[in-house]
Structures are given as C-alpha cells and as structure tokens.
C-alpha cells in the first residue's frame, strides 16, 4: 500500500510541475525625433549577425568571465536579426518622417536606397553594460556602394532585469540607426 501511494503521490508531483511561461520582448522607437524632411525611398535589408545571436533567446554574457547564457525563458518576439531590422526600419520612419522606408528580405524593388547592416557584435551584460559593433552601408538602386560606416557604442544598463537589459540593447540599436540616418540626409 506504502508503493502505490508513494507512486501515486510521485505521479501527481510530476503532473503538478510545468514549465515557465516565456516572456518575449520587442524593441520601441519611441522617443526618438525627426532629423529631416528630406524624401526618400529606403529598403533595409535582412540584418546579419553571428551564429550565436541568431535565435529567438536572449543571449546574455556573465561579466568577467568566459559563460554566455541561452535565456530559454526570456525571447524576442522574432528571432534576433528580425527584432534589429524591424527597429532600425521604425526608427528611420521616425528620424525621416516623411521618407517611405520598409522591411526587405531578397529584393529592394524601386527603392532608392538601400541600407546593409552586419553586427559583428553584441554583448549584452546584465546590470552592466550593453556593447554593439557593427558595420552598415547604404547602396543605391544598381547596388553601388554610396556610404558606409563602423559604429561602436555603449550603453550602461540601468538595472539587473531582463527589461533594463532590453532597453539598454534598444539604445544601442538606436544609436545606429541614427548614424545610419545621418548619412542618407547629407
């Protein structure tokens, strides 16, 4: 009798337990202003970034070691490369309010412009820092090469959650999508 409560009460405990629910996370472009009236046509092409960025889970470096962590339980909404396209594609509508700018996978149609971006890298330290460096560039309708740039930045995260981490990754993003405006108004 002992065996088939303690099993039954075993089976129950297994039944009980389930996973945690996921938390996916988006980045905003609010507070961002306009830099220009200008006109344009811009497409922003697919995002590439390293292997290791390239999920749906955050991807978060311990400070002062070697461990990088797969948070199962805190995602993007998309897989990252998505999340950074459609930010810097909303942060360009924002910053060029009057331009037409929008998402491209393989062809930029008639766009005028077309914006290129490789994150080489993107660590992000909880309750420390987030680090982006990234290469872009901006090419014209016969695909010659216009523009380009390297941007480094840093942002200290403002405190030890996964949002503070998010907004602090969204403020790097941000950064570069400036830069990135900058270019095509001059």
């Known amino acids: 009798m002992k065996k088939i409560l303690l099993g039954l009460f075993l089976f129950l405990s297994a039944c009980s337990w389930r996973t945690p629910d996921?938390?996916?996370?988006?980045?905003?472009?609010?507070?961002?202003?306009?830099?220009?009236?200008?006109?344009?046509?811009?497409?922003?092409?697919?995002v590439k970034v390293p292997d290791?960025?390239?999920?749906?889970?955050?991807?978060?470096?311990?400070?002062?070691?070697?461990?990088?962590?797969?948070?199962?339980?805190?995602?993007w909404g998309e897989a990252f490369p998505d999340v950074v396209q459609a930010t810097v594609t909303n942060d360009l509508m924002t910053l060029l309010p009057n331009s037409f700018?929008?998402?491209?996978?393989?062809?930029?149609?008639?766009?005028?412009?077309?914006?290129?971006?490789?994150?080489?890298?993107?660590?992000?330290y909880r309750g420390d820092k987030v680090v982006l460096?990234?290469?872009?560039?901006?090419?014209?309708?016969?695909?010659?090469?216009l523009k380009r740039g390297q941007e480094n930045f840093e942002r200290k995260v403002a405190g030890n959650s996964i949002q503070d981490l998010v907004d602090a990754q969204a403020q790097v993003i941000h950064l570069l999508s400036q830069a990135i405006a900058k270019a095509l108004i001059k």
Do not use: H
């Open 22 to 46: 996921s938390t996916f996370y988006m980045m905003n472009s609010d507070d961002l202003e306009s830099l220009s009236n200008r006109k344009m046509n811009v497409a922003v092409a697919q």
């Open 133 to 145: 460096s990234a290469w872009w560039n901006i090419t014209n309708a016969g695909g010659r090469v």
């Open 101 to 124: 700018v929008k998402r491209t996978y393989f062809d930029s149609g008639n766009m005028n412009y077309s914006v290129n971006i490789e994150i080489n890298k993107m660590t992000a």
């Open 52 to 75: 290791l960025l390239d999920r749906p889970q955050m991807v978060i470096y311990e400070k002062g070691s070697d461990v990088v962590k797969i948070e199962e339980f805190n995602r």
